[in-house]
């Protein structure tokens, strides 16, 4: 009986001790994405857009709005400063996540907002980090042929955008890459599947030895990126022109082709 009793006891304090061992254990924090280092980067090329007059207009890392040139004063005022699009600068970074390592594409981008939408008053700046993360072999589309637009299709695994907090505070590199890690560990926490892809519009003009060029994505065949939505309104089907040859007579980024080269290394020209 005693013998019995001293087995109960043992089995007992076995399990009490195993028990708080467990709950004893030291916190272990998930691993996050890592992003790498720069793999190419684009911080300068020119905008062009060609005004209801038929003519062209530009500024540098921003795609003007389409106004009228008796309207030109606007060009850099609050919400038609955005242009149509814009950039600080476009990096290509390597990405791991979970163990497999990806591509990710990096553009933050000029916007705002009015705080008194209804008297256009209180016009309030940000900085928007959108980012786009895809397998390494989708960066093998990326061709260009002289004189010939071309329409280059990614498949994502996922895209997301980060606005600046407070106002037009831009970002230092550690605090960029932390903020993008964290959305991404979220993403994945969520299980989500993403049905956006990057798109990019080329045209490679040889004569000047220049690329033109559109980066921008879309949900479910429906198109959006950074592009002012008020900017993009009034173009004479604009948003429907992205994907189409016929864009480059209407607006574009421009870029020489060894700058854009920098961007994307692996570049090749058929």
Same mark, same amino acid.
């Given at each position: ?5 001293? +087995? ?137 042929? !002289? ?37 991404? !560990?979220?993403?994945?926490?969520? !299980? ?21 060029? +559109? ?41 020489? +082709? ?13």
């Amino acid at each position: 009986m005693k013998r019995k009793y001293f +087995l109960v006891v043992i089995i007992l304090l076995t399990l009490i001790f195993l028990v708080s061992y467990s709950f004893a254990q030291d916190r272990k924090n998930e691993v996050l994405p890592k992003i790498g280092d720069t793999i190419g980067r684009l911080d300068k090329a020119t905008g062009w857009t060609k005004s209801p007059e038929g003519q062209w207009v530009n500024r540098q890392n921003r795609i003007p709005a389409y106004l009228s040139l008796n309207n030109e004063i606007l060009l850099d005022h609050e919400k038609w400063g955005t242009g149509i699009d814009n950039f600080d600068f476009i990096e290509l970074r390597s990405i791991n996540i979970e163990g497999q390592e990806y591509y990710i594409l990096i553009k933050p981008t000029r916007i705002g907002f009015y705080k008194y939408k209804n008297i256009m008053e209180g016009w309030t700046p940000r900085v928007k980090y959108a980012y786009f993360v895809f397998q390494k072999d989708e960066i093998n589309k990326i061709t260009i042929e !002289k004189n010939t637009p071309k329409l280059i299709e990614i498949d994502l695994k996922l895209s997301y955008d980060e606005i600046s907090h407070p106002p037009c505070s831009e970002l230092s590199e550690n605090e960029m890459k932390q903020k993008i890690s964290y959305n991404i !560990k979220k993403w994945i926490s969520g !299980k989500s599947i993403s049905k956006t892809k990057l798109l990019l519009n080329l045209f490679y003009y040889d004569k000047d030895d220049v690329v033109r060029f +559109l980066i921008f994505s879309v949900y479910r065949g429906n198109s959006f990126s950074s592009y002012g939505s008020l900017a993009m309104a009034v173009v004479p089907n604009g948003e429907e022109s992205l994907s189409q040859p016929d864009v480059f007579d209407k607006f574009y980024f421009e870029c020489p +082709l060894d700058n854009f080269k920098k961007l994307i290394p692996s570049l090749v020209v058929q």
